[in-house]
């Protein structure tokens, strides 16, 4: 099994993000297809790829293809290119694939979801409310906006409360000119 040292060489994670690198190697002391199926043993086995650096992985190579201390030394960067080929494939297997269904985007529709059923029951709470509030008043409150007479009748408002209310148009005088004006009376009643 492979120890965890404090050592400053690339885990295995990391690698995955890492292009390929292919230079002049030396010829291999043994073949890609071993090689790769070794290491995917060994990440399989790894539960956390962040502790495991390129040198660890050599040197569980060597061990166990029966090989000598450092003799895969040659073969570092092709081995970091294999790892890192296998870490992203194992990566890929570990992840569902979800198709439209990512973590990140069922999240947002959950979310979405919850948003909207606050929306309603906050508008259902409102309907209730308004339902169950005393019935309006009898009467109207009649109010003088300049020469002109407005009645706001009684009204059960969404909040539950009662009160008065009315929008008309009005012919007022402003600076000595006849203009038309829209009037709105809100009245609630707080007690």
Do not use: Y
């Amino acid at each position: 099994s492979i120890q965890i040292a404090a050592e400053q060489q690339p885990s295995l994670s990391s690698m995955a993000q890492v292009p390929e690198q292919v230079a002049g190697a030396a010829k291999p002391l043994v073949n890609d297809e071993v090689l790769e199926l070794e290491i995917v043993r060994i990440v399989r086995g790894v539960r956390d790829l962040e502790a495991v650096s390129l040198k660890q992985l050599r040197a569980e190579l060597e061990k166990n293809l029966m090989l000598e201390a450092g003799a895969l030394q040659e073969q570092k960067s092709h081995i970091g290119t294999l790892a890192a080929k296998v870490v992203q494939q194992v990566r890929k297997e570990l992840l569902p694939d979800c198709g439209d269904h990512t973590p990140r985007k069922e999240s947002r529709r959950q979310s979405k979801r919850q948003q909207e059923i606050d929306v309603s029951a906050r508008k259902k709470k409102r309907r209730r409310s308004k339902a169950e509030a005393e019935p309006p008043m009898a009467g109207c409150l009649q109010v003088m906006v300049g020469n002109a007479s407005v009645e706001a009748p009684a009204k059960a408002f969404a909040s539950g409360k009662s009160g008065f209310f009315a929008c008309e148009r009005l012919e007022l005088k402003v600076d000595g000119r006849p203009r038309q004006a829209q009037c709105l009376i809100q009245c609630v009643l707080l007690d």
